[in-house]
């Protein structure tokens, strides 16, 4: 969850982007296109910029 981004917004970028590595790959601009303010764009660009990516994440025992 990123603060500040309520499920709404989480919505509208879902369905702009399709997918979380889109969402992180994706510009200010862009984001604030999809219906982001500029403050909630930098937010959230700030707390996922820099997360793993899910398939970069090493899979837990007994996962596959």
């Known amino acids: ?3 500040g981004i309520g499920e709404k917004s989480k919505a509208k ?3 702009t ?3 979380m590595d889109s969402i992180r790959n994706a510009t200010i601009e ?3 296109a999809a219906g982001l ?3 909630q764009a930098h937010k959230l ?3 996922i910029v820099g997360e793993p990516r899910e398939s970069d994440q ?3 025992d007994g996962e596959e």
Do not use: H, M, N, Y
């Open 37 to 39: 303010t500029e403050s």
């Open 30 to 32: 862009q984001l604030i």
């Open 17 to 19: 982007f399709g997918d």
């Open 1 to 3: 969850a990123v603060k």
């Open 58 to 60: 090493p899979a837990l």
């Open 45 to 47: 660009r700030d707390q």
């Open 13 to 15: 970028l879902l369905q």
